[in-house]
């Protein structure tokens, strides 16, 4: 018998509902939570995830607004939209989609957005209250892989877990939210001389790469969680992750659990980002109109 499958599609819809509901909840006494989604350039991956984002945002409630720039976009112009965002109260979150064209430095511009709207987690500040363990924004995907692991019913206290990947978007928050579950965690990533010897002890793994075939059969133990965070494309040009799937399913056995790719981490992503808007709208109704950092702190998914 394989293992069982985490439906992400399936938890998505669940989640959505309640999101849907707090958004109506704070539209009913005020303004709806409010998502400002900025494209620069035409790379049409982006276009997809971004298009996914605003629909996702009318279908439960919330108030998009989509603003598309040419790739020729100076990065001064780019400053000055975000801070007129920043101020602008009926904002609730603020996202510049990512990659940005050469000229533009990411960075510059994350730290930009006012931390209290950084509903990507993608800030300083963002990443020292995770690692402090202080409540707030939190990374969508990684927060989705959480709820991913948690749907299993599977208590993460003194399981040993593993991240294939360290960067800054998805391996090391993963790390860091894996810990405060009072997991112990070993982060692996390329310079890791065996990853398998790793894995293979492993609770849980999350694979975390974009690259093809990372985690093979022969590298994990029956009874384990998997969570694939890698979107890659087969020889046939069809969607898969960084996990061998059928072999893996296979060998974790009827007691293992495993996400597809795709309609397993895809959909959190965007069900997480609308509940940190949700979560930043809250905050602010609750500072009475304008969002303070205390109030941000004291809301945690």
Same mark, same amino acid.
Request: aromatic fraction near 2%.
């Given at each position: 018998?394989?293992?069982?499958?985490?439906?992400?599609?399936?938890?998505?819809?669940?989640?959505?509902?309640?999101?849907?509901?707090?958004? +109506?909840?704070?539209?009913?006494?005020?303004?709806?939570?409010?998502?400002?989604?900025?494209?620069?350039?035409?790379?049409?991956?982006?276009?997809?995830?971004?298009?996914?984002?605003?629909?996702? %945002?009318?279908? /439960?409630?919330?108030?998009?607004?989509?603003?598309?720039?040419?790739?020729?976009?100076? !990065?001064?112009?780019?400053?000055?939209?975000?801070? @007129?965002?920043?101020?602008?109260?009926?904002?609730? +979150?603020? $996202?510049?989609?990512?990659?940005?064209?050469? /000229?533009?430095?990411?960075?510059?511009?994350?730290?930009?957005?006012?931390?209290?709207?950084?509903?990507?987690?993608?800030?300083?500040?963002?990443?020292?209250?995770?690692?402090?363990?202080?409540?707030? $924004?939190?990374? %969508?995907?990684?927060?989705?892989?959480?709820?991913?692991? !948690?749907?299993?019913?599977?208590?993460?206290?003194?399981?040993? @877990?593993?991240?294939?990947?360290?960067?800054?978007?998805?391996?090391?928050?993963?790390?860091?939210?894996?810990?405060?579950?009072?997991?112990?965690?070993?982060?692996? /990533?390329?310079? #890791?001389?065996?990853?398998?010897?790793?894995?293979?002890?492993?609770?849980?793994?999350?694979?975390?790469?974009?690259?093809?075939? #990372?985690?093979?059969?022969?590298?994990?133990?029956?009874?384990?969680?998997?969570?694939?965070?890698?979107?890659?494309?087969?020889?046939?040009?069809?969607?898969?992750?960084?996990?061998?799937?059928?072999?893996?399913? !296979?060998?974790?056995?009827?007691?293992?659990?495993?996400?597809?790719?795709?309609?397993?981490?895809?959909?959190?992503?965007?069900?997480?980002?609308?509940?940190?808007?949700?979560?930043?709208? !809250?905050?602010?109704?609750?500072?009475?109109?304008?969002?303070?950092?205390?109030?941000?702190?004291?809301?945690? /998914?």
């Amino acid at each position: 018998m394989t293992a069982q499958l985490i439906d992400g599609t399936a938890l998505s819809r669940r989640l959505r509902a309640e999101i849907g509901r707090r958004a +109506g909840d704070l539209g009913a006494h005020g303004p709806r939570p409010g998502l400002a989604v900025i494209l620069v350039g035409d790379d049409p991956a982006s276009a997809v995830y971004v298009r996914n984002k605003v629909k996702a %945002c009318a279908e /439960h409630g919330l108030r998009s607004v989509l603003e598309t720039y040419p790739g020729t976009l100076a !990065e001064a112009q780019l400053l000055e939209r975000i801070a @007129a965002l920043n101020a602008d109260a009926s904002i609730h +979150g603020i $996202l510049v989609q990512m990659p940005l064209p050469r /000229h533009i430095d990411p960075h510059r511009v994350i730290e930009a957005i006012d931390p209290r709207k950084d509903v990507d987690g993608y800030s300083v500040l963002s990443a020292g209250e995770l690692l402090t363990g202080l409540p707030g $924004l939190r990374p %969508c995907t990684p927060l989705g892989c959480m709820a991913l692991i !948690e749907s299993t019913g599977v208590d993460l206290r003194g399981r040993h @877990a593993v991240v294939i990947g360290r960067s800054n978007t998805v391996g090391k928050p993963m790390a860091l939210l894996l810990l405060q579950a009072h997991a112990t965690v070993t982060v692996c /990533h390329s310079a #890791t001389p065996d990853i398998g010897r790793h894995t293979r002890e492993a609770d849980v793994v999350v694979a975390a790469v974009g690259r093809r075939r #990372t985690l093979l059969a022969d590298m994990v133990k029956p009874g384990a969680i998997v969570i694939d965070v890698g979107i890659n494309r087969d020889e046939q040009g069809r969607l898969c992750g960084d996990v061998d799937f059928d072999p893996v399913r !296979e060998r974790l056995g009827p007691d293992g659990w495993i996400t597809p790719v795709p309609g397993g981490v895809g959909p959190m992503t965007i069900t997480m980002l609308l509940a940190n808007t949700v979560q930043a709208a !809250e905050a602010a109704a609750a500072a009475g109109g304008g969002a303070d950092p205390a109030s941000v702190a004291s809301l945690s /998914h």
